[in-house]
């Protein structure tokens, strides 16, 4: 697409593998605490409902409905209780312990450095766009050795509002000194990415890692990364 010259890239399980890190993180907080051999639960099918009830969580702030407060006391405490352990302070050791060790883990998403060296040599102007903490998607960028691709990185919390509100791309491309009609957007999110820069009126490219298979005319998404060819 000749007009585009600025692409905002979502970071967490868009470029950074938040959802293997994450796995790896808990999978070592199981074994330290020996969960497997105290309670009797398989390690499987408590990162499974770990998951389910993470992603449920982060939904409910996406939708204002809840904040991070609320995740951080709950999404451990709920995993545990669905497998019949009450016990606050274990969840609480899983949570501090989870943020201080994922960024241990710098997975990223299969085709992160190769789609970027790509864009990066055909002169497009990089940035990222995340509804993270600032520190912690700076640190993310660092650890994983992608943040000199970027000119510029946003995060909801340095701005005050997350995607898919339109000030955050809005703060970002201001920031970028980008114009809407030569922006594009890449992310997996439906609501925050892909809602959020339609409204806001940039182009966008769905990333569809979780085969939803959107049905929407002229919509572009891709399934791998190696795919953003096709259309940059
Ligand atoms: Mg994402």
């Known amino acids: 697409m000749k ?3 600025h692409i905002f890239f979502d970071l967490d399980n868009t470029l950074w ?31 499974n409902a770990y998951h389910l ?6 939904e409910q702030i996406r939708d204002e409905e809840i904040d991070k407060d609320y995740l951080r006391k709950y999404r451990f405490y709920n995993t545990f209780l669905k497998f019949g352990v009450d016990d606050e302070k274990l969840s609480l050791y899983f949570e501090h312990h989870f943020l201080d060790e994922i960024l241990n883990y710098n997975e990223l998403v299969d085709g992160t450095l190769d789609v970027l060296n790509y864009l990066k040599s055909k002169d497009y102007k990089l940035h990222i766009i995340s509804n993270g903490f600032q520190e912690v998607t700076e640190r993310k960028c660092i650890l994983s050795g992608i943040a000199n691709f970027f000119e510029t990185i946003t995060s909801a919390d340095s701005v005050g509002i997350r995607k898919p509100r339109p000030e955050i791309f809005e703060h ?12 594009i957007l890449i992310g997996d999110d439906w609501i925050a990415d892909v809602k959020g820069a339609q409204n806001f009126g940039i182009d966008v490219i769905f990333f ?12 572009k998404f891709i399934k791998h990364l190696s795919e953003i060819q096709t259309y940059l």
Do not use: G
């Not at 970002?172 to 922006?183: I, P």
């Open 3 to 5: 007009y585009i010259r």
């Open 17 to 47: 593998d938040h959802r293997k890190n994450a796995y790896l993180t808990i999978k070592e907080l199981f074994r330290n605490q020996k969960i497997a051999e105290n309670y009797q639960i398989d390690f499987e099918e408590f990162h």
């Open 53 to 58: 009830i993470n992603e449920k969580l982060w």
């Open 172 to 183: 970002s491309l201001n920031l970028a000194k980008a114009v809407k009609k030569e922006s």
């Open 208 to 219: 569809d890692v979780l085969d939803e298979n959107p049905q929407e005319d002229h919509l």
